[in-house]
């Protein structure tokens, strides 16, 4: 039988590329980094997070700030889940890359009133359950007679009605912010333009003008 030349000078038949041959190590290392990177960026199948989260109750083990809690479910890697409130944005913290902001440690203070140790049931959005960094969205109920945590920060004045994204209470929690305006409850007794995150002076720009659509 004919032996094919490239068998005959005893050297290896590869299919790898060079560079994979001569660092077999960082190969594997980059494939394992694109396979964790598309794991976590890729988005969750909605119908497998309303099965296991939705209308269902948990205990808040953790308060991150005003708007984003941990909840005792296990997911991943993780012992808990990360939770953030649909349609409410609160003031950011010292802990936040953004910096402290007007207003941010009161919010975190009230929403760990609220819930902090709790037991909280858990109501998904029928369309959306994941936001861009992968935390679950929700809108999150908590004491007897049940109240939504979401709703009791934009009416007690201790953060924003997001209209950067639709959602189902929308409306109703801008009509909330504005009565806490109206009665300058919370943040809005003192707030000033400077003072608001960015997406909202642009959004509060753009209502005096009302010359473009709103701004996201």
Not at 171 to 183: I, S, V
Request: proline fraction near 8%; include cysteine; charged fraction near 30%.
């Amino acid at each position: 039988m004919r032996i094919p030349n490239r068998y005959r000078s005893g050297r290896r038949f590869d299919l790898w590329p060079p560079l994979w041959r001569r660092r077999p190590l960082t190969a594997v290392a980059v494939i394992v980094l694109v396979v964790l990177a598309l794991a976590y960026r890729w988005p969750r199948p909605v119908g497998g997070d309303h099965d296991r989260y939705h209308n269902r109750l948990f205990r808040c083990v953790y308060v991150v700030d005003g708007d984003t809690i941990d909840v005792d479910a296990p997911e991943r890697a993780r012992r808990t889940t990360r939770i953030r409130l649909w349609g409410v944005d609160t003031p950011e913290t010292a802990k936040s890359p953004q910096g402290e902001m007007y207003f941010g440690p009161e919010a975190s203070a009230f929403t760990k009133s609220c819930v902090d140790g709790a037991e909280v049931r858990l109501v998904l959005a029928p369309d959306q359950s994941r936001d861009k960094y992968g935390r679950l969205l929700a809108y999150v109920y908590f004491g007897d007679p049940p109240r939504m945590l979401n709703e009791e920060i934009v009416s007690q004045g201790y953060g924003y009605a997001d209209t950067r994204f639709p959602h189902v209470w929308r409306e109703r929690f801008m009509q909330l912010e504005e009565r806490a305006r109206k009665k300058r409850a919370g943040l809005w007794a003192g707030l000033k333009l400077e003072q608001m995150p960015p997406w909202r002076q642009r959004y509060e720009t753009w209502k005096s003008s009302k010359t473009q659509p709103a701004p996201n």
